[in-house]
T-cell receptor
Framework: EDQVTQSPEALRLQEGESSSLNCSYT??????LFWYRQDPGKGPEFLFT???AGEEKEKERLKATLTKKESFLHITAPKPEDSATYLC????????????FGAGTTVTVRA | KAGVTQTPRYLIKTRGQQVTLSCSPI?????VSWYQQTPGQGLQFLFE???????NKGNFPGRFSGRQFSNSRSEMNVSTLELGDSALYLC??????????????FGEGSWLTVV
């Protein structure tokens, strides 16, 4: 059974205070690790997909990295509009490519 | 380009009733998946459809079913509703099935409340 664990559960930041979110996974046949952002009452918004260890992707203040056992989502100089729940999901051949999600990290950025 | 469209957005049903939720994927996308999101369990996979065939199924009772039409639109049905079925039901679409590199996009979801 895939295990996807996200930490911390919640993160409170001051505007401009950079930080990192962690997603650790145990899966066979990883085909992709996905990061999504979810605002209250809305569906998950796609951010990144990472496929192999060492890969990095960036979008505005967000940067995602991947190792063989975990992924990090770095938030640089966050703004209040970055407040959301960030979800990590893995896709693997052993589970027919369905997404297995972590519980998410809720980020609150104070002005 | 239109995103994944789900209807209805909100609905309230009574225990024992049944409900049908609809999903229109992004144009050109042929794979549709359904997920249930609750505060306690998070996002859990329900099933996936591709070319009108169910390809994968999660650990949910038989009361949960779905189908896909030739235009890739999909519906899911929950019969004999229970209070525990109250959740956000999310539809996701992607280009193909079992293809690495597919970006998976989600709709805004259908909020179901069972009373």
């Amino acid at each position: 059974e895939d295990q996807v664990t996200q930490s911390p559960e919640a993160l409170r930041l001051q505007e401009g205070e950079s930080s990192s979110l962690n997603c650790s996974y145990t899966v066979s046949g990883l085909r992709g690790l996905f990061w999504y952002r979810q605002d209250p009452g809305k569906g998950p918004e796609f951010l990144f997909t990472l496929y192999s260890a060492g890969e990095e992707k960036e979008k505005e203040r967000l940067k995602a990295t991947l190792t063989k056992k975990e992924s990090f989502l770095h938030i640089t100089a966050p703004k209040p509009e970055d407040s959301a729940t960030y979800l990590c999901a893995v896709q693997a051949t052993v589970n027919d490519y369905k997404l297995s999600f972590g519980a998410g990290t809720t980020v609150t950025v104070r002005a | 380009k239109a995103g994944v469209t789900q209807t209805p957005r909100y609905l309230i049903k009574t225990r024992g009733q049944q409900v049908t939720l609809s999903c229109s994927p992004i144009s050109g996308h042929r794979s549709v998946s359904w997920y249930q999101q609750t505060p306690g369990q998070g996002l859990q996979f329900l099933f996936e459809y591709f070319s009108e065939t169910q390809r994968n199924k999660g650990n949910f009772p038989g009361r949960f079913s779905g189908r896909q039409f030739s235009n890739s639109r999909s519906e899911m049905n929950v019969s004999t509703l229970e209070l525990g079925d109250s959740a956000l039901y999310l539809c996701a679409s992607s280009l193909g099935y079992r293809v690495s590199g597919n970006t998976i996009y989600f709709g805004e979801g259908s909020w179901l409340t069972v009373v």
